[in-house]
């Protein structure tokens, strides 16, 4: 049975504004597309589309929120701006090791360009790429014979450059207590993978190929942190293009970490301001027949059903349901929460493939956006992208609630990574309707408050200066008096002061409290508890600091002995640390749902 938030056929219903952002699946040969169509605010409609070919992988997620206000800021100029993931990417079907991706890619291209002119009845075009997604700007605008207007932001001349990129983040993207591996064919840059075989059709990129004028009007957008390109202004202007080119700051911190990401207002005013002097030909639109996006809100894939949610107070949080096809009832429910800011497809888009497994064995499985992050509103009053924002446990009952409505009375379990397994550990210590918790590589020392983040910071000293100390040209300078070590000797002591402390209270026979009692409240509750760990992640670190000796050797009080996963990264990055972790959290899932 459809919610009565499901959007699609009853979105007309959803009490949002007529100018707010509308996700739709298109579906062109049968390999569905996620998009979202914001539309021209009105009055001064432009009657023209533009359509935004994003970046991929990694820079994707840190670019998310920066990429979604740059598509409300041209819907804002009255241009009708269309936003997707390419097939394999994002929420759309496929994964990235099927073959032709590049050629995906561009047909995705084509699928959005196609729907944005009928759905507004209009044939003026322009597309905005940044990244990997001015590569294919270039080409799609070029196989189409052109388009209007085009903007590259960030564009590379050839792919030779663009593989440099994607080599140089698998390098520095490499994540603590993960060994590095040696040279390998396949490109696993900051946990997403380019194979071998795209790789090699990327290296063979080049503007000079482009035979094509792809748009009579082209702007370059560079980056204030790398040398200017003159290859591809070049080429532009030898096919007969108008090329102006600005400079812009902020692109390298947009794609900071996501947590940490910045929005390149100088970077967004350059490309808005560029547009608004288009004035696209009213008569184009005559050309086009206007008829709507196929499949709203609701998109078919092998053994499941997908389908686009908005919840809680004012419809305001966003949210994807993966479940069964037809009126199967589900063995079980599943909520999953994405880590820091990003949005709900998961670090390195681990829950998009895990989500569809799951309903294909008979799921449910809702993940959602956070309130101020990805698609979902924050609540009044409160600020975008925050980690732990206060309306977190608030949205969390919200998505319960949802999930208790379409499918009552199933098993729920609860699944989190980073600061989604801690709302998920707060959900369940503060009773909310749950049954299970799976909580990944949980910063169990956010509940110190300022006192945790010190720890942390101790920590990562103590770890420093211990890595030192088996430097014997460090041991030289000390003994030379050039180099001190007090600040060791006091991070020693206070590490050996706390570890003293954990016997003394079993000793004592106190009653556990810290983080040993909250663990103690959510076992009361008779909520499994299942604690996942990359080796030497700091929560695990502070796990071992704060909790009995007998529940790390799966004695007592066995359902906190926590699994511990090697070679993981604190994001699970690696392939093999990723399968692994997906094994895991299945396993627990069938588990609960034998209780």
Not at 270 to 283: K, M
Request: glycine letters at 8%; one cysteine or more.
């Amino acid at each position: 049975m459809l919610s009565a938030a499901c959007l699609g056929e009853q979105e007309a219903a959803a009490p949002f504004a007529a100018s707010a952002p509308r996700p739709y699946f298109i579906d062109p040969d049968g390999r569905f597309l996620l998009a979202w169509h914001h539309p021209a605010a009105r009055p001064g409609k432009r009657h023209a589309s533009v359509v935004l070919c994003p970046p991929l992988g990694f820079d994707y997620a840190c670019a998310y929120r920066a990429w979604r206000l740059l598509a409300d800021r041209i819907a804002a100029l009255g241009f009708d701006a269309f936003r997707f993931d390419y097939d394999g990417t994002g929420e759309s079907a496929g994964n990235p090791e099927e073959p032709d991706r590049p050629g995906a890619w561009l047909r995705s291209v084509d699928a959005v360009i196609d729907a944005a002119q009928s759905t507004t009845a209009s044939g003026a075009i322009a597309l905005v790429g940044f990244d990997v997604g001015a590569m294919l700007a270039i080409q799609a605008a070029a196989r189409r014979g052109g388009v209007d207007r085009l903007v590259l932001w960030s564009a590379f001349s050839h792919g030779r450059a663009c593989l440099r990129a994607l080599r140089a983040l698998e390098c520095f993207g490499r994540e603590e207590h993960v060994p590095e591996v040696a040279a390998q064919p396949d490109i696993h840059a900051a946990g997403y993978p380019v194979t071998a075989a795209t790789a090699a059709t990327l290296a063979r990129w080049d503007i000079d190929a482009i035979a094509t004028r792809p748009a009579s009007d082209v702007l370059l957008v560079d980056r204030d942190d790398r040398p200017d390109d003159a290859g591809t202004a070049v080429r532009l202007e030898t096919l007969g293009s108008r090329v102006s080119r600005v400079r812009v700051s902020g692109t390298a911190d947009m794609l900071a970490q996501p947590v940490f990401s910045k929005v390149p207002l100088h970077a967004l005013d350059a490309i808005c301001d560029w547009l608004n002097e288009w004035r696209p030909r009213r008569e184009v639109a005559a050309r086009v027949s206007r008829r709507p996006l196929p499949s709203a809100g609701i998109a078919r894939g092998e053994g499941f059903v997908e389908r686009l949610v908005r919840f809680g107070p004012s419809n305001r949080l966003f949210g994807s349901v993966t479940a069964p096809p037809g009126a199967q009832v589900p063995r079980s429910c599943v909520v999953l929460l994405t880590t820091g800011t990003e949005h709900r497809v998961g670090p390195s888009r681990m829950y998009v493939p895990l989500a569809r497994a799951w309903a294909a064995a008979g799921r449910y499985v809702l993940r959602y956006d956070l309130g101020g992050v990805g698609d979902s509103a924050p609540a009044p009053g409160a600020d975008e992208n925050v980690v732990y924002p206060a309306g977190a446990i608030d949205d969390l009952r919200e998505a319960l609630a949802l999930v208790e409505r379409e499918a009552p009375g199933r098993r729920v379990i609860v699944v989190g990574l980073c600061s989604g397994g801690w709302h998920a550990l707060q959900a369940a210590r503060v009773g909310l309707r749950l049954d299970a918790v799976a909580a990944i590589n949980s910063p169990l020392f956010v509940r110190e408050g300022p006192r945790g983040a010190a720890w942390l910071d101790e920590r990562k000293d103590f770890i420093r200066y211990s890595r030192a100390l088996r430097d014997p040209a460090k041991w030289t300078k000390a003994l030379k008096g050039r180099l001190s070590y007090r600040h060791f000797a006091q991070l020693a002591a206070a590490s050996a002061g706390r570890a003293l402390a954990r016997p003394l209270r079993q000793v004592l026979r106190r009653q556990p409290g810290g983080l040993a009692g909250e663990l103690e409240e959510i076992s009361v509750r008779r909520i499994s508890t299942l604690l996942v760990f990359s080796r030497g992640d700091s929560g695990l670190q502070y796990f071992e600091l704060c909790t009995p000796a007998s529940w790390r050797r799966g004695r007592g009080r066995e359902a906190f002995a926590p699994v511990v996963i090697e070679a993981a990264g604190h994001t699970f990055r690696p392939p093999a640390a990723q399968r692994a972790l997906c094994q895991v959290l299945t396993d627990f899932v069938a588990r609960e749902e034998q209780q």
